[in-house]
């Protein structure tokens, strides 16, 4: 059982950054950010293997970067240069399952937290 609330969501002006905090109790084996907007699918915006391995969506590959404190059960996802279409509820999610295709779908993903807005302005 893995245990994920996230926090930090805000609303920024474009250009401008933010860091979203995910506290993950539980063992994993990937965790992940997904985003999704009004009216949108749920997209996977970044995973990372238990192993330390991390994976980027392309349109935010360069300006998002996820990582974790292990001493505090911390996973971040640090968001730079953001843009307006970069809006949206940011999820935290987790899961345990073997094997490592699909990492940023959120199908994959038994774990997840309630999410938290980010909204960026133009």
């Known amino acids: 059982l893995v245990d994920l609330v996230e926090s930090g969501g805000a609303s920024v002006q474009a250009g401008g950054s933010l860091t979203l905090s995910c506290a993950a109790s539980g063992s994993w084996r990937y965790i992940g950010w997904f985003r999704q907007a009004p009216g949108k699918e749920r997209e996977g915006v970044t995973a990372m293997y238990v192993g330390g391995t991390t994976y980027y969506y392309s349109s935010v590959k360069g300006r998002f970067t996820i990582s974790r404190d292990n001493a505090k059960n911390m996973i971040y996802l640090q968001m730079n240069s953001l843009k307006p279409e970069d809006s949206g509820l940011y999820y935290c999610?987790?899961?345990?399952?073997?094997?490592?295709?699909?990492?940023?779908?959120?199908?994959?993903?038994?774990?997840w937290g309630q999410g938290t807005q980010v909204t960026v302005s133009s």
């Open positions: 999610a987790a899961h345990t399952k073997s094997g490592d295709q699909g990492v940023l779908d959120a199908n994959r993903y038994d774990y």
